[in-house]
C-alpha cells in the first residue's frame, strides 16, 4: 500500500490540486473523486485522509498515517459496499459518527468507495449529510461516473478527476518499477483490460496471478473434463482461496493505549476484527473474480477468433491469451461461437450471484454444472 504521493503513479494532475488544497487550507468539504477503475482512487483517497490527520499536513508513513492507511484511526470513516450495495443503515452510522468530536485529530475524514453502489434510500439520507456537513469534517466519494450517483449528490461535491493510464505505460511501468521481464508485462498490461490496479496485483501477487491462469485452464478443458473433474478441480481451487483469504500481510497496529480510554480502545479493536474478517471476505472475493476473469477471456477469445477468422483477418494479435492460441484455435472449431456466447453468459452470472453474496463455493459448483449442460442447475 502507497504511503506517501510519490508511491502513486501516473496521477500528478489529481494530486497536485490535493495538494493545493492542503496548502491553503481550503479543503471542500465533500470532494467526488472520479475516474476508470484501477488508476488509484481509493489509494489517493486514503492518502489525503492521512494528509488531513497527520500533524505534518502530508502522507509521511508515521504511526497516525499507518492507522489512517489502514483503516484504525478513529477519526477516519470509511464506508464500501456490503454485497453489492451501501445500505442507508451504514450512512446513518456514518452520519452519527460525523458529529462526534474529533478524537484524536482536528477532524474526521470518511472516505466513500464505490459510492455508486449506495441505494437510493442511502443516498437520500446521504444528501442530508452534504447539505449540512457537520463541523470539521471532510467526505470523500470514489466513483467511476458522474451518472453512478444522483445528480443532487454530484452538484454538492468538488469533483478531482482521476486519468486513465494507457496500456503502454501500465507495461512500462510493470518493467521500470517493477522490474517484470518485458513479455511478462505485456501480457499482465494485455490481460488487466487497461486496469492499472489489476494487472500490478498480478504482478505483487503470483497468487492472484496464478486464479486468473487457473480460471484460463479450467474454461480451456471444461468441454474435455467430466462434470466429476470439474467438480474436483474446483475443490481444489476452494482450498487454494481459502487459504489467500486467511493469509494475513502483517498484523496490524498495535494500539498506544496511553491515548485512550478503555471504551475507545474496545470500540478500534473491534474495528480492527470486523476488518480482519471484511479482509478475509475481500480477498476471497478478488481470487473468485480473479478466476472468473480468467474463464471468461478464454470464451471471450473463442468468440473474438470466430468473428477474426470469418472475416477473413489473423485472430492471433487479437487474442488476450495468445500463449494458448492452439487451444483457442481448437476449442472455436469444436465448440463454436454460439456455445462461447452461451458459457460466456454463465461465468458472468456466477459472477453476478457471487457479488450477490452467494456462497462462492456454490455458484462456482453450480456453474461447472451449467457449462456441462445441467442448465436447471445454473439459470440465467
Ligand atoms: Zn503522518
Known amino acids: 500500500m502507497a504511503e506517501r504521493w510519490e ?22 468539504h465533500a470532494m467526488l473523486f472520479l475516474g476508470p477503475r484501477g488508476v488509484g482512487k481509493a489509494t489517493v483517497a486514503r492518502l489525503f485522509a492521512a494528509a ?29 459496499p456490503v454485497g453489492i450495495q451501501i445500505r ?24 466513500v468507495e464505490e459510492a455508486g453502489a449506495m441505494n437510493i434510500h442511502a443516498a437520500n439520507a446521504f444528501l442530508k449529510t452534504l447539505e449540512e456537513p457537520p463541523p ?5 466519494l470514489v ?14 461535491c468538488t469533483a478531482v478527476r482521476f486519468a486513465p493510464i494507457p496500456g503502454g505505460e501500465i507495461e512500462r511501468y510493470l518493467v521500470e518499477v517493477e522490474g517484470l521481464e518485458k513479455e511478462m508485462a505485456r501480457d499482465l498490461s494485455r490481460w488487466s483490460g487497461g486496469v492499472f490496479g489489476r494487472a500490478l496485483s498480478w504482478a505483487r501477487d503470483e497468487r492472484r496471478l496464478s486464479f486468473r491462469l487457473a480460471g ?32 494475513r500481510r502483517n498484523e496490524g497496529t498495535v494500539f498506544s493505549g496511553e491515548a485512550l480510554d478503555s471504551r475507545s480502545l474496545a470500540f478500534l479493536r473491534k474495528r480492527q476484527e470486523e476488518r480482519a474478517k471484511r479482509e478475509a471476505m475481500r480477498r476471497r472475493m478478488e481470487a473468485v ?23 477473413g483477418g489473423s485472430p492471433l494479435t487479437h487474442l ?21 456466447v452461451e458459457n460466456l453468459a454463465l461465468v458472468e452470472w456466477a459472477r453476478k450471484a457471487v457479488e450477490s453474496n452467494v456462497d462462492p463455493a456454490l455458484a462456482l459448483d453450480a456453474l461447472a454444472a451449467g457449462l456441462k449442460g445441467w442448465a436447471a442447475l445454473a439459470r440465467r
Not at 70 to 75: R, V
Not at 143 to 156: C, I, Y
Request: hydrophobic share 40%; with cysteine; net charge negative.
Open 7 to 28: 508511491e502513486v503513479y501516473g496521477q500528478e494532475a489529481a494530486i497536485g490540486i490535493l495538494r493545493g488544497f492542503l496548502k491553503r487550507g481550503e479543503i471542500p
Open 52 to 80: 488531513c490527520l497527520c500533524p505534518s499536513g502530508e502522507p509521511d508513513g508515521c504511526h497516525t498515517c499507518r492507522r489512517v492507511l489502514e483503516g484504525l484511526h478513529p477519526d477516519f470513516h470509511y464506508l464500501e
Open 88 to 111: 442507508k443503515e451504514q450512512v446513518d452510522d456514518l452520519e452519527r459518527a460525523l458529529h462526534l468530536k474529533p478524537v484524536e485529530g482536528r477532524c474526521r475524514v470518511a472516505v
Open 136 to 140: 470539521s469534517t471532510f467526505i470523500i
Open 143 to 156: 466513483a467511476e461516473r458522474e451518472e453512478d450517483l444522483l445528480p443532487t449528490l454530484v452538484s454538492r
Open 216 to 247: 484460463v485452464e479450467f474454461a480451456a478443458r471444461a468441454r474435455r473434463d467430466s462434470l466429476a473433474d470439474l467438480l474436483l478441480r474446483l475443490a481444489e481451487m476452494r482450498r487454494e482461496w481459502e487459504a489467500h483469504s486467511h493469509e
Open 289 to 311: 473474480g480473479d478466476f472468473l476473469d480468467g474463464m471468461a477471456s478464454f470464451y471471450r477469445d473463442i468468440i473474438v477468433y470466430d468473428l477474426v477468422e470469418a472475416g
Open 320 to 340: 488476450v491469451n495468445r500463449g494458448r492460441f492452439q487451444e483457442v484455435e481448437s476449442e472455436a472449431l469444436i465448440l463454436g461461437r454460439k456455445k462461447a
